[in-house]
């Protein structure tokens, strides 16, 4: 039981412990668009969607936003029921959630994903300040032959990379 004091313990600067860790990640965004430009954004949870949140019981692979009468909404987020949940847990995990941003930056999302090919993409959840947010940003596609020319710089980084350490290894 000690174990569960230290975890919900608080650090010296008022924060909790598992602030700032990645709760979840989109992998494929990175493989499916070029990223260009960010934006973070609280999220409107019910129940014990946090505590399912800070258990890491989450997946935003096949999330995705869409804005509605000047609000924005992730769709298809998957954060799985608090196994110790009372009444007040949220029947359906992959309803839409309401995201917070400012008007301003509402806006200018719609402006952008306008454009042909853009699209609102999340990439990861994580804590700040006891606040779950979700990092979103504007995508555009990748084509077939672009993914490939990323795979393949990432080989080639990967083969140097391998090549500096066998070279230092060797002149030790």
Do not use: C, W
């Given at each position: 039981?000690?174990?569960?004091?230290?975890?919900?313990?608080?650090?010296?600067?008022?924060?909790k412990?598992n602030?700032?860790?990645?709760?979840?990640?989109n992998?494929?965004?990175?493989h499916?668009?070029?990223?260009e430009?960010t934006?973070?954004?609280?999220m409107v949870?019910?129940g014990?969607?946090?505590k399912?949140?800070?258990?890491?019981r989450?997946?935003?692979g096949?999330?995705?936003a869409?804005?509605?009468d000047?609000?924005?909404?992730i769709?298809?987020m998957?954060?799985?029921?608090f196994?110790?949940?009372?009444?007040?847990?949220?029947t359906d995990?992959?309803r839409?959630?309401?995201?917070?941003?400012?008007?301003?930056?509402?806006h200018?999302?719609?402006?952008?994903?306008?454009?042909?090919?853009?699209?609102?993409?999340?990439?990861?959840?994580?804590?700040r300040?006891?606040y779950a947010?979700?990092?979103?940003?504007?995508g555009?596609?990748?084509?077939?032959?672009?993914k490939?020319?990323?795979?393949a710089k990432r080989?080639?980084?990967?083969?140097i990379?391998?090549a500096?350490?066998?070279?230092?290894?060797?002149?030790r």
């Open positions: 039981m000690a174990g569960d004091a230290d975890r919900n313990e608080v650090n010296g600067m008022g924060a412990k602030d700032g860790k990645v709760l979840a990640q992998k494929k965004a990175s499916d668009y070029f990223i430009e934006f973070e954004a609280g949870l019910m014990t969607e946090i399912s949140l800070r258990n890491g989450a997946n935003i096949d999330a995705f869409t804005i509605r000047g609000e924005m909404f769709h298809n998957h954060i799985s029921p196994e110790q949940g009372n009444m007040h847990n949220p995990p992959t839409a959630r309401k995201l917070l941003l400012h008007k301003e930056q509402i200018k999302l719609l402006g952008l994903v306008k454009r042909d090919g853009y699209a609102i993409v999340p990439l990861k959840i994580y804590v300040n006891g947010k979700l990092l979103i940003g504007l555009k596609g990748k084509k077939q032959f672009d490939r020319d990323t795979a080989d080639a980084q990967r083969d990379q391998r500096l350490r066998e070279k230092q290894k060797v002149a």
